[in-house]
Structure formats: structure tokens, C-alpha cells
């Protein structure tokens, strides 16, 4: 996925650097309905950039992945008229084989839906809350951040939060981590991250030892990551995947609502 392709009077060119699309990506970004998921901004980091161009005039931007999943599509408002028949192009010349769509990214959304063969949701976006009463924990907990001679016992009891320990060892030096503990007992952790540089959104996430779950301590450690967001003035967003039935009972539980997915779309 390599060079530039000509489809009709629409070309497309592959860029080395973010930096030539910024100000579209700043229009996408502030165009959604709702707040970017940091488990697509991840990906994007490492995505392939493409610039399209109508005639000479650039008017957007597609990101693919290396397994040719689209993770974003934007035109101009100038022509959204255009913004169908583009897409289209681009998914039979670049043999797109699906995209990752958030269900608020409205246009993007629209485009897929007119071409796919099978859309599934596999994750829960959960952006508006309202405080629910939790009952306090029974147990005294001491919360502090986590520290480098934490990262061996996260590691041990990590499961699907972080892939290398390399992102544990990231995490725990910006002071982004919770530890949570009674005794000298890890009860769990909680973590939040920005989303994006220069915007207030951040998402939360934890994960409690098992010995500790069934017991409340998950509700707990949310809601002292979404008051501690709010003291900092950062928007506390979070999501799920969409099997994980727990992490939703307990999101729920704190106060968020499950209103949006994020939708797989398969062309092929």
C-alpha cells in the first residue's frame, strides 16, 4: 500500500507524516458527535496516511492499517456530495477489506453502511454520565500511584489491558496508574489516559485481582477515577469490548450509559 492511485479525477498519495493532514484531522475531530476512542487512536499511530485529492485541490484524508482496515475517512464539507462515490473508489482500489467505525462518527458510518456485506458491533462507547449512589467498601483501601517497583505485579495480574510491559512501564512514569490496596494486598488498579494532546478527554479503565472481584471494588475504582478526572478538569470516557459483560454491569453500576458501539464493517 505503497505510492499514489489515480481513480478518475480523484487521486490519492501516501504520506510519511500526520503533519500534512493535521487541519483536516483537526476538522474530523471536531466534527464527530462525540469524543475519539482511544483504542482506535492507538492503532492510528501506527496506520498508513493518505492524502485524497480532487483535481489539485486537497479536500481529505483516509487511515488503514496494515490489515487493510480502514480506521478513518473524511472529506471537506465543500464536498460531501462527492463523498460516497470517493469512498467507494477508495474501497475497491485499495481492496479495503472492512473498517472500524464508531457509531456517532455519522458520515463515515453512512459510507459503510451503503457497501458493506456485514456489520457487527464488538465494543461498547460510553461517553455520557450520571453519578449513581455506590455503597463505600468495607475494607480500608490506601490508593496511591503506582511505582516502578509495582510493574512486575501488575504484569502478573494484567489481563488484556496492556499488551508488553513496555506499556506498564509507560503508564506508571507519567502518572497515569492507581494502585488500590489493603494491607499489604494489591486490590487492583485504575488507569486514565489522554486520549489525544491538547484535547480534555481521557479514558478510564481497571482491572481487579481476582481474589478481590464480585465485591464492588471495580464501581469503586471508576468512580475515583471519574472524581479525579473531574477535579483535573479532564472528561472521563471509557468503553468495553462487547462480550465483556462485566466491565459494562460495572460502568453501568458508576453511572455511565452504553449509548454507542464500535461497529466492525466487512466489505468483502
Same mark, same amino acid.
Given at each position: 500500500?505503497?505510492?499514489?492511485?489515480?481513480?478518475?479525477?480523484?487521486?490519492?498519495?501516501?504520506?510519511?507524516?500526520?503533519?500534512?493532514?493535521?487541519?483536516?484531522?483537526?476538522?474530523?475531530?471536531?466534527?464527530?458527535?462525540?469524543?475519539?476512542?482511544?483504542?482506535?487512536?492507538?492503532?492510528?499511530?501506527?496506520?498508513?496516511?493518505?492524502?485524497?485529492?480532487?483535481?489539485?485541490?486537497?479536500?481529505?484524508?483516509?487511515?488503514?492499517?496494515?490489515?487493510?482496515?480502514?480506521?478513518?475517512?473524511?472529506?471537506?464539507?465543500?464536498?460531501?456530495?462527492?463523498?460516497?462515490?470517493?469512498?467507494?473508489?477508495?474501497?475497491?482500489?485499495?481492496?479495503?477489506?472492512?473498517?472500524?467505525?464508531?457509531?456517532?462518527?455519522?458520515?463515515?458510518?453512512?459510507?459503510?453502511?451503503?457497501?458493506?456485506?456485514?456489520?457487527?458491533?464488538?465494543?461498547?462507547?460510553?461517553?455520557?454520565?450520571?453519578?449513581?449512589?455506590?455503597?463505600?467498601?468495607?475494607?480500608?483501601?490506601?490508593?496511591?500511584?503506582?511505582?516502578?517497583?509495582?510493574?512486575?505485579?501488575?504484569?502478573?495480574?494484567?489481563?488484556?489491558?496492556?499488551?508488553?510491559?513496555?506499556?506498564?512501564?509507560?503508564?506508571?512514569?507519567?502518572?497515569?496508574?492507581?494502585?488500590?490496596?489493603?494491607?499489604?494486598?494489591?486490590?487492583?488498579?485504575?488507569?486514565?489516559?489522554?486520549?489525544?494532546?491538547?484535547?480534555?478527554?481521557?479514558?478510564?479503565?481497571?482491572?481487579?485481582?481476582?481474589?478481590?472481584?464480585?465485591?464492588?471494588?471495580?464501581?469503586?475504582?471508576?468512580?475515583?477515577?471519574?472524581?479525579?478526572?473531574?477535579?483535573?478538569?479532564?472528561?472521563?470516557? +471509557?468503553? +468495553?469490548?462487547?462480550?465483556?459483560?462485566?466491565?459494562?454491569?460495572?460502568?453501568?453500576?458508576?453511572?455511565?450509559?452504553?449509548?454507542?458501539?464500535?461497529?466492525?464493517?466487512?466489505?468483502?
Amino acid at each position: 500500500m505503497e505510492g499514489s492511485e489515480t481513480m478518475n479525477d480523484v487521486n490519492v498519495e501516501q504520506l510519511d507524516s500526520m503533519n500534512a493532514i493535521e487541519h483536516f484531522r483537526k476538522n474530523y475531530l471536531d466534527d464527530l458527535f462525540e469524543a475519539q476512542e482511544l483504542f482506535l487512536e492507538l492503532q492510528i499511530h501506527k496506520a498508513n496516511i493518505f492524502l485524497i485529492t480532487l483535481g489539485s485541490t486537497p479536500i481529505g484524508y483516509f487511515l488503514v492499517d496494515k490489515a487493510s482496515t480502514l480506521l478513518e475517512y473524511y472529506v471537506i464539507h465543500t464536498y460531501i456530495d462527492q463523498v460516497d462515490r470517493i469512498f467507494e473508489e477508495i474501497i475497491h482500489a485499495f481492496s479495503i477489506k472492512k473498517a472500524l467505525c464508531k457509531s456517532f462518527d455519522h458520515t463515515f458510518l453512512s459510507c459503510c453502511v451503503g457497501v458493506q456485506k456485514q456489520t457487527k458491533a464488538i465494543g461498547i462507547l460510553c461517553r455520557e454520565y450520571e453519578e449513581q449512589p455506590l455503597p463505600h467498601p468495607t475494607r480500608d483501601i490506601v490508593i496511591r500511584f503506582a511505582a516502578q517497583e509495582d510493574e512486575q505485579h501488575i504484569a502478573a495480574i494484567n489481563e488484556e489491558i496492556f499488551d508488553h510491559e513496555d506499556e506498564i512501564r509507560e503508564v506508571i512514569k507519567k502518572h497515569n496508574m492507581f494502585i488500590f490496596e489493603h494491607g499489604s494486598n494489591i486490590i487492583g488498579f485504575g488507569i486514565f489516559q489522554q486520549v489525544i494532546p491538547g484535547r480534555p478527554d481521557y479514558d478510564i479503565g481497571m482491572l481487579v485481582d481476582r481474589s478481590y472481584r464480585r465485591q464492588g471494588y471495580g464501581a469503586y475504582i471508576i468512580r475515583y477515577l471519574v472524581d479525579y478526572c473531574k477535579r483535573h478538569n479532564y472528561r472521563p470516557i +471509557c468503553g +468495553c469490548a462487547i462480550e465483556n459483560e462485566a466491565s459494562r454491569r460495572c460502568l453501568e453500576r458508576v453511572g455511565y450509559i452504553a449509548r454507542y458501539r464500535l461497529l466492525e464493517c466487512t466489505f468483502t
